[in-house]
């Protein structure tokens, strides 16, 4: 698995519930959607070195994640179970 460019907690805010985290996916160039696991997208291996992955997890997406998590519950509170399983 590679690094996310787009914080995985981020992208758990589209996904279907009780989807397993899955998300529709529309990609430039293509004529049809498809559904995908959020872990399989908008990542690549060594994106960026140990060093910047380690503080962009530490210093920004961990702070705030809990936030965008209450943001969208808010906008959507019928995501509330799909957002808060064990999985994120």
Same mark, same amino acid.
């Given at each position: 698995?590679? &690094?996310?460019y787009i914080p995985r907690?981020?992208?758990?805010?589209?996904?279907e519930p009780k989807s397993n &985290? %899955?998300?529709?996916?529309y990609e430039k160039g293509?004529?049809?959607p498809f559904k995908t696991n959020i872990k399989k997208?908008? %990542?690549a291996n060594n994106y960026y070195?140990?060093?910047v992955e380690s503080f962009l997890s530490r210093e920004i997406e961990s702070p705030t994640a809990l936030s965008l998590k209450k943001s969208v519950i808010e906008?959507?509170?019928a995501r509330r179970k799909s957002l808060?399983?064990?999985n994120t």
């Open positions: 698995m590679g &690094d996310h907690h981020y992208l758990k805010g589209f996904v &985290d %899955q998300i529709w996916v293509k004529t049809e997208i908008v %990542q070195p140990d060093s906008f959507n509170p808060y399983s064990p």
